[in-house]
């Protein structure tokens, strides 16, 4: 799926809305990376004061795809496009991002919406890190 695909992207007054539509799950890779931060760049072109983050699929995140990270790995066995990078670039962006969280937000989507300013979730969400078992 294309970057542009990954990410729709709307203009709702002076909020700018990324859905994310990865499909199946938004799994965090390389390409919605990128569909993100192509969000993020028309947010401040737009003159945005704030993002909105959600989910265009049933669920905000089911966790990172590390399949896509095995085909990002460059020549020297390291990944091209770093997620810790992508999540500190969300921490730090200039505007508030809300993400809006509803059915399975865990692992890297856990991740994801904590790099954000607010968390809004759904009663019926589920969030959880894998980690912790």
Excluded: W
Excluded at 36 to 61: D, Y
Excluded at 123 to 130: C, D, F, I, Q
Aim: glycine share 10%.
């Amino acid at each position: 799926m294309a970057n542009a695909t990954c990410v729709a992207v709307s203009h709702e007054g002076p909020v700018t809305v990324l859905s994310m539509q990865f499909e199946p799950h938004n799994l965090l890779g390389p390409d919605l990376m990128a569909g993100m931060r192509e969000g993020l760049k028309s947010a401040t072109k737009n003159g945005s004061r704030a993002i909105l983050l959600k989910s265009g699929l049933r669920h905000f995140s089911a966790g990172a795809d590390t399949s896509l990270f095995a085909a990002a790995l460059g020549d020297a066995g390291q990944l091209s496009v770093s997620p810790l990078d992508f999540l500190r670039e969300l921490e730090s962006f200039p505007l508030p991002i809300v993400a809006a969280v509803k059915g399975v937000c865990v692992g890297g989507g856990l991740e994801l919406a904590l790099a954000c300013d607010l968390i809004l979730a759904a009663r019926s969400s589920k969030l959880g890190s894998v980690e912790a078992n």
